[in-house]
């Protein structure tokens, strides 16, 4: 990724109704470009806001799909650029316009500093707790006193799940609200025409799973007693876990679809 100057985050505030800064786990274009924080992006663009978004790791798909954002709102940062004086100084400007948001996602120790520059600014920092990551899928980074720390210096606690809610409000004593995962109609056309059937997908009646192939919530028992006993070919469409096709060695029951991109393949 190329680091944009600081005169592109000011270039890309000028004018717009509003500002957000998006601190998420991975760059937008990871996972397809699917990924909640990469949705919440793309919602405020539309809605013409500057957007910086700064992820605090790397892509972790091993294809590139050569998907990229271009938007003359949209700076995308890496978060060791981020952290780097002109750019610091140039995102504490752009908070201190017009309305503004600070979103917090996967709460680690970094994100600290841009919640303490989002209360100098006056911006509104918001927690988006979309997991509980005092599981495995925190292991090896996670700590409880910086996801209390993250919840406490927002000013506004979400949660993607109503099961969520109960774990952030323990954090600072204050109500959470309730955002979950929804129909998005920009990458879904439910009413669309029938589209051609996708290369890659088996003959007959498909149960199509989207999603995470890794962790202890992905049953691979399971999902072959349901492709045997329905009688379906079950499609696992993900562009990680290739590693994992052994789990049914036949290839009756499973199979893996590309990695696709986010409204890259209209069947789909």
Same mark, same amino acid.
């Given at each position: 990724?190329?680091?944009?100057?600081?005169?592109?985050?000011?270039?890309?505030?000028?004018?717009?109704?509003?500002?957000?800064?998006?601190?998420?786990?991975?760059?937008?274009? /990871?996972?397809?470009?699917?990924?909640?924080?990469?949705?919440?992006?793309?919602?405020?663009?539309?809605?013409?806001?500057?957007?910086?978004?700064?992820?605090?790791?790397?892509?972790?798909?091993?294809? &590139?799909?050569?998907?990229?954002?271009?938007?003359?709102?949209?700076?995308?940062?890496?978060?060791?650029?981020?952290?780097?004086?002109?750019?610091?100084?140039?995102?504490? /400007?752009?908070?201190?316009?017009?309305?503004?948001?600070?979103?917090?996602?996967?709460?680690?120790?970094?994100?600290?500093?841009?919640?303490?520059?989002?209360? =100098?600014?006056?911006?509104?920092?918001?927690? =988006?707790?979309?997991?509980?990551?005092?599981?495995?899928?925190?292991?090896?980074?996670?700590? %409880?006193?910086?996801?209390?720390?993250?919840?406490?210096?927002?000013?506004?606690?979400?949660?993607?799940?109503?099961?969520?809610?109960?774990?952030?409000?323990?954090?600072?004593?204050?109500?959470?609200?309730?955002?979950?995962?929804?129909?998005?109609?920009?990458?879904?056309?439910?009413?669309?025409?029938?589209?051609?059937?996708?290369? =890659?997908?088996?003959?007959? @009646?498909?149960?199509?799973? +989207?999603?995470?192939?890794?962790?202890?919530?992905? =049953?691979?028992?399971?999902? %072959?007693?349901?492709?045997?006993? &329905?009688?379906?070919? +079950? @499609?696992?469409?993900?562009?990680?876990?290739?590693?994992?096709?052994?789990?049914?060695?036949?290839?009756?029951?499973?199979?893996?679809?590309?990695?696709?991109?986010?409204?890259?393949?209209?069947?789909?």
């Amino acid at each position: 990724m190329v680091t944009p100057s600081s005169g592109a985050i000011a270039a890309a505030a000028k004018g717009a109704p509003g500002r957000v800064v998006v601190l998420s786990a991975n760059p937008m274009h /990871d996972t397809g470009g699917g990924q909640r924080s990469a949705m919440l992006a793309r919602s405020f663009l539309a809605r013409e806001w500057a957007v910086v978004f700064v992820s605090h790791g790397r892509v972790t798909e091993t294809v &590139d799909l050569g998907l990229r954002f271009d938007d003359p709102r949209l700076v995308e940062l890496e978060l060791r650029d981020a952290l780097r004086a002109p750019v610091r100084d140039a995102l504490a /400007d752009f908070l201190a316009g017009a309305p503004s948001l600070v979103i917090t996602q996967v709460p680690v120790r970094e994100w600290l500093s841009f919640l303490r520059a989002a209360a =100098d600014a006056g911006a509104t920092a918001v927690y =988006d707790c979309v997991d509980r990551w005092d599981s495995e899928l925190g292991r090896g980074w996670y700590r %409880r006193d910086v996801e209390e720390a993250v919840a406490r210096a927002s000013h506004v606690n979400i949660a993607s799940a109503p099961a969520l809610l109960d774990h952030v409000e323990r954090f600072t004593g204050r109500e959470a609200h309730l955002l979950p995962n929804a129909f998005n109609a920009h990458v879904f056309e439910a009413d669309a025409p029938a589209r051609a059937r996708p290369d =890659d997908l088996p003959e007959g @009646r498909v149960a199509l799973y +989207v999603g995470a192939l890794w962790g202890g919530w992905m =049953d691979w028992g399971l999902v %072959r007693v349901c492709g045997r006993e &329905d009688r379906h070919d +079950v @499609r696992i469409a993900s562009g990680a876990g290739e590693e994992r096709i052994d789990t049914d060695p036949d290839g009756r029951t499973m199979a893996l679809a590309r990695l696709v991109a986010c409204k890259g393949d209209p069947g789909f």
